[in-house]
């Protein structure tokens, strides 16, 4: 899994509340992403950063913040959570060139 | 696992069967292209990759194949076994780099018969 740990692997919340995802890497790689995951619409771009407090927006960012502190963490943040956020999310990092590595993926479940 | 396998294209071979997988890409300006195989429960795994400057690569039991004219790429895999069996998903990037993320294609689920 190249380095990559992603928490909470599952998670179910309430609407309105707010949650943090965290991806952390053990390979210092230089880039990080976050992608959601939905039938239908394969894996869509978040948020990325290419390096510490370094970031941008991806596809979908709406509702979502990110934060990198550290080379090795990525955080996601759904500020108030919705049902339409419901979903899975991978966490993945690469270097320059492109190749890109997963983490496990976290399921999060809106109520 | 997931269900990420809902409503997706369906390709069933035969164990052994040589196996061909499909992606049409939309941006002419990408640069960089992946294939990835994703497990259910898991996340997507790296296979393979090529360049633009490149219309073949091949790995062990995979090939891809990128033909820019018509934006279209294909991985083939030979001898499919069981493990082979997953949801495909190709990728590409306009960067040439690790910079702006990937975009994905809607993946290709494998089933592999016995």
């Known amino acids: 899994d190249a380095g990559i740990t992603q928490s909470p692997r599952h998670k179910v919340t309430e609407t309105g509340t707010p949650v943090t995802l965290r991806c952390h890497q053990t390979?210092?790689?230089?880039?990080m992403y976050w992608y959601r995951q939905d039938p239908g619409h394969g894996l869509r771009l978040i948020h990325y950063?290419?390096?510490?407090?370094?970031?941008d927006k991806g596809e979908v960012s709406d509702g979502y913040s990110v934060s990198r502190s550290k080379t090795e963490d990525f955080l996601l943040t759904l500020e108030s959570a919705t049902s339409s956020q419901t979903s899975v999310y991978f966490c993945?990092?690469?270097?320059?060139?492109?190749?890109?590595?997963f983490g496990q993926g976290t399921r999060l479940t809106v109520v | 696992g997931e269900s990420v396998g809902l409503h997706l294209p369906t390709l069933s071979v035969q164990e052994g069967d040589n196996s061909i997988i499909n992606c049409a890409y939309s941006?002419?300006?990408?640069?960089?292209f992946i294939w990835y195989k994703q497990e259910s429960g898991k996340g997507p795994q790296f296979i393979i990759d090529?360049?633009?400057?490149?219309d073949k690569r091949q790995g062990q039991r995979v090939t891809v194949l990128l033909n820019k004219t018509v934006k279209h790429l294909s991985l083939q895999i030979a001898a499919t076994q069981p493990g082979d069996s997953a949801v495909y998903f190709c990728?590409?990037?306009?960067?040439?780099?690790?910079?702006?993320?990937?975009?994905f294609g809607k993946g290709t689920h494998l089933i592999i018969q016995p």
């Open positions: 993945a990092i690469s270097e320059l060139s492109g190749k890109a590595f």
């Open positions: 390979e210092n790689h230089r880039y």
């Open positions: 950063s290419y390096g510490v407090k370094d970031t």
């Open positions: 941006n002419s300006a990408s640069d960089y």
């Open positions: 090529i360049r633009s400057n490149m």
């Open positions: 990728a590409e990037t306009l960067s040439g780099g690790g910079a702006d993320g990937l975009t």
